[in-house]
């Protein structure tokens, strides 16, 4: 993709796929889920994560499976409060660009 995607766009898209899964989901498939949408790597999306965590829009467990633990992020009540927010300056954004772009904004 020619844009860049900033952290904003990162943490709104990241939190979207998160909140697919009532009980949480896992890194790696968070990973695999983003990149249906977006080129990005692991090592692009962790930091993403943590800072989430931090902001307190997602929470942090640990499961078994298959004999060692999986790392598990679930949306918290901000993250959901954020993540509305998100969505909300999103239509707003892309609605100008899309009229820009089809010729329906006097510059």
Known sequence: MVFNTGAALLDAIVLAVVSREKEGTYGYKIT????????????????????????????VYDRQYD???????????RGAAQLMLYRSE????????????????DL
């Open 32 to 59: 695999q889920d983003v990149r249906k949408v977006l080129e990005v790597s692991e090592s692009t999306l962790y930091p993403v994560l943590r800072r989430l965590q931090k902001d307190d829009c997602l929470e």
């Open 67 to 77: 004999g060692r633990n999986r790392r598990y992020y679930k949306v918290t009540d």
């Open 90 to 105: 999103w239509k707003r954004y892309s609605s100008k660009i899309n009229a820009i772009f089809e010729g329906g904004v």
